[in-house]
Every structure is written in C-alpha cells, then in structure tokens.
Nanobody, 126 residues
C-alpha cells in the first residue's frame, strides 16, 4: 500500500517561488524512482523532474535551471523547489512513484509510474 500526499501549492506572482512537498508512506522499494509531473487544462501530463535511488535527476527543458528536485529520506519526503515561476508553470502538480527502479527510470513516462498523489495546484499570475 502506497500513499503519496502533495502540499505546498498556491498562487504566486511571476518571479516568485514555491516549494512542493510529497510525503510518501508505504513506499518501500530498495531502489526507487519518483518524479514530479504537472498537467494544465487541455494539455498532456508532463514530467518536470525525476529523482531515483542514486540521486540521479533530470528536468524538463522548460524548468531546468529554475526547479530543483530533492528528497529527505528521514522524512520520507520528496521536494520540488520552484523558483522564477512563470505563468506557463500554472498547472496541477502531481507526485509519482514507480516500482523497482531499472533502466526505465532514466527518462520515465507517465505510464511507468504506479502510484500518484492527489495533486496540488500551482497558479502563477503575471
């Protein structure tokens, strides 16, 4: 049983920052793969950042240099620090966790993840 709970979303002006948190429970894979996705109305769900057992990270081109994914193992929490926010970042942000990590985690897609949080809304105004 896995439960992911996101928090930290909100409404900010362009140029502002937010820090999203995802608290995971029941996720006990020794080799894990987790990611942050976002989805705006009428658009496909997009992976914005991922993090695996080894600390390997990757970012969507649209957020690289502005967003940072990290984790705190002691707190079972995944974070997404979002800086220099733009209106185009407005979306529902989801935390996702996959099964035992393998090569699929290098550039994982939506279908690769088994568990999802409920989402937290981020709205950026200009």
């Amino acid at each position: 049983q896995v439960q992911l709970v996101e928090s930290g979303g909100g409404s900010v002006q362009a140029g502002g920052s937010l820090r999203l948190s995802c608290v995971a429970s029941g996720y006990t894979y020794s080799r894990y793969c987790m990611a942050w996705f976002r989805q705006a109305p009428g658009k496909e769900r997009e992976r914005v950042a991922k993090f695996d057992t080894y600390g390997t990270t990757s970012y969507a081109d649209s957020v690289e240099g502005r967003f940072t994914i990290s984790q705190d193992n002691a707190k079972n929490t995944l974070y997404l620090q979002m800086n220099s926010l733009k209106p185009e970042d407005t979306a529902m942000y989801y935390c996702a966790a996959g099964g035992y990590a393998g090569s699929w985690c290098y550039e994982p897609s939506v279908a690769d993840f088994d568990y999802w949080g409920q989402g937290t809304q981020v709205t950026v105004s200009s």
